[in-house]
């Protein structure tokens, strides 16, 4: 009996051994992604966030205030007092509420570790809850109130510049300009839009720069981890990026745990210019948060879909190939969890006979 087990039981190791572990199982990652995270942000910016995890409606709570001006600022809480108390009081849960359906977070109306966690993560500064487009019910790409857009004739041309005062030292301004400049070109690989570097900061479309604090848009940044950046819907082209966080061009020179990747950023603030505002889609550019050494360059089919309703697609483009390889993934990524569990069922059979 004791070698019959012990045969069996090596059979079971055998394929499980053989099979990638099945307790964890992640998204198949394509070698090539450009989308990557090594870092938990948990603690970042609000140091005592976890202290709000009990708050329950009618309690009284230090640090809710701060929260209601969160997500007041963000477009959740539709209050125009703003003299916020530190009680969980209906509008909050009604806020909490509009988060989290916003940004693909389970809806309980509660601030649960998962709702914090994306509150207290580095993000972009625009506000959320603007004009949404809906497909069969489901929200996808977002806009604007109004649906800006540059009209300009097509096809268009943008140009660009940087600020010749506000930029930061320790990148070198050819790195800079070499990521700005394939952050244009993801955008304009779909669209029949393309951008041009010039000199001439004062008549650029688009103007660039690294701001501290208050910088005379009404939109003060707030230090270290926090709201990375933030630009303007069309035709403003104010591009703002705080200079109080640790820029990298490249995470194997920058070691700070604290970096962000800066074409991800400028990607992102791009499409707003272009008109886009935060999507819902978590792999989207366009989705909100950015965590600390996290790369998201690659647009994604809400990405495209979005910029191109506003201006068409570029004739070199087709979406088609895109949305193929999209399935393809998601195929691959259900079949391997299909085996997987089929595996671990065996598993399981066999061990309960043979311990019973």
């Not at 087990?5 to 499980?16: A, E, G, K, Q």
């Not at 600390?292 to 506003?310: C, F, M, N, S, W």
Request: charged share 20%; net charge neutral.
């Amino acid at each position: 009996m004791f070698l019959t087990f012990s045969y069996t039981l090596s059979v079971i190791i055998f394929f499980l051994s053989s099979s990638p572990c099945i307790f964890a199982t992640r998204p198949l990652i394509n070698p090539e992604s450009k989308t990557t995270a090594q870092q938990s942000y948990s603690h970042y910016k609000w140091n005592n966030i976890e202290s709000l995890t009990h708050a329950m409606r009618g309690s009284h709570v230090k640090g809710l205030s701060e929260l209601k001006s969160y997500l007041h600022h963000f477009g959740y809480l539709l209050s125009e007092n703003t003299n916020f108390t530190n009680i969980f009081d209906t509008p909050l849960e009604s806020g909490i509420t509009r988060f989290q359906s916003k940004l693909g977070l389970s809806v309980t109306g509660k601030l649960d570790l998962d709702t914090l966690s994306q509150i207290a993560m580095p993000r972009c500064g625009v506000p959320d809850t603007v004009s949404t487009f809906t497909l069969h019910g489901t929200q996808r790409y977002v806009y604007f109130t109004g649906k800006p857009r540059w009209a300009r004739a097509m096809p268009m041309i943008l140009t660009y510049a940087f600020s010749p005062e506000y930029m930061i030292k320790y990148l070198s301004f050819s790195d800079i300009k070499d990521v700005f400049r394939r952050a244009f070109s993801r955008w304009s690989s779909v669209i029949p839009v393309s951008f041009k570097e010039t000199d001439d900061y004062g008549y650029a479309d688009i103007r660039i720069g690294f701001y501290s604090g208050e910088h005379g848009d009404s939109e003060p940044f707030d230090g270290v981890l926090g709201v990375l950046a933030h630009s303007f819907s069309p035709e403003s082209g104010k591009f703002h990026l705080d200079a109080a966080e640790t820029w990298a061009v490249d995470f194997k020179l920058e070691k700070s745990p604290v970096a962000f990747d800066l074409e991800s950023v400028a990607t992102h603030e791009i499409g707003h210019l272009l008109g886009l505002a935060h999507s819902p889609v978590k792999e989207a550019v366009m989705y909100p948060s950015l965590k600390p050494r996290e790369k998201k360059l690659d647009l994604k089919v809400d990405d495209i879909r979005g910029v191109q309703a506003l201006y068409g697609s570029n004739p070199n483009f087709t979406i088609a190939s895109l949305s193929e390889s999209d399935i393809s993934t998601n195929q691959a990524i259900n079949n391997f969890r299909s085996r997987s569990f089929t595996i671990w069922m065996i598993s399981c059979i066999l061990l309960f006979v043979l311990l019973t």
